[in-house]
């Protein structure tokens, strides 16, 4: 009984980091479904095992916050999984898109909970940054995206649900914070000592904030203008670069941070998808058809190595 309490008590709010690669593929698919007339289904039966997959995580940490409520105010007053913890309000965000073309009010719930909860966060977030007493700059890691950054993703289910104006407020943070966190970022990998190697996935998630907020900005404009160009070409750069670097990501040993690679993964192909729906150029079509089988075959490596640490108990220990 206490060796199952001490693994609650490591159970990592970072396992949420799962629903929004699950989210993000499900997103692909059901894009994949309406561009290229595949037989739809796929995408539905996708959402809502990521509604479940979602429920279970959470209820799961609620019994942990029960149970080990001193662990889990360690968690959220750590240095970096602290930027951990938004990845509950952008998995309840990727859901509302999840179920937009499934259950409408259901969808508009789970956006109306997740961009409250985000903003929380986001304040929560920046003011321990602009109060600190244990920040260093060694804590700095692409992680650090998520709880700002991440208000760029509210757009996408936002406008189709009405809230236009609610949408660009929260797109405004991401835009405005994306470079101002790119260039800390990028300091710290330069100039400072290598990530260490749990955190290291975590530079694919430089490719989703271009990607998610060239989507949201199509959805806010409705219109494929220059800056749109400039944030989807970005992510496309980002994909490149972090791919050069996979001799490195090879010789990594399985880490829940690995779910860190899907969800990027997911917003440049949707990105991508998008962007031949309108231009018709049959390069971005191949490109996304690629991208999409490099994302399919992604997430189904992480679910069969997650389900293994899952049996093998090398998850849910104490570092």
Partial sequence: MQQNLSRLANFPVSFF???????????????AESIYHLEPGVSMILSFTTLLLFISILMVYLFKLVKEK?????????????????TVSISLLLLSICMLHN???????????GAIMHLGFTLFVMSAWINHDYFEINHMNPAWFIPIVGNILVPVAG???GYSDISWFFFSIGVLFWPVLLTIIFYRIIFHPALPGKLIPTFFILIAPPAVGFLSYLKLTGEMDNFARILYFSGLFFTLLVFTQYRKFSKLDFFLSWWAYS?????????TMVMYQHTQNIVFSII??????????????????????????????EE
Avoid at 263 to 271: C, E
Wanted: with cysteine; glycine share 2%.
């Fill in 17 to 31: 980091s799962s629903v929004m690669g699950m989210a993000g593929f499900s997103i692909a698919i059901t894009r």
């Fill in 288 to 317: 996304a058809i690629i991208l999409l089988a490099i994302l399919t075959l992604f997430i189904s490596m992480l679910i069969i190595k997650t389900f293994r640490a899952v049996l093998e108990k090398q998850i849910c220990i």
């Fill in 159 to 161: 406008v189709p649900l």
């Fill in 103 to 113: 259950d409408l009010p259901l969808a508009h719930a789970l956006w109306a909970i």
């Fill in 263 to 271: 969800f990027p993964l997911a917003a440049i192909s949707i990105a």
């Fill in 70 to 86: 001193e662990a889990v105010i360690k968690e959220f007053h750590h240095p970096i999984k602290i930027s951990f913890f938004p």
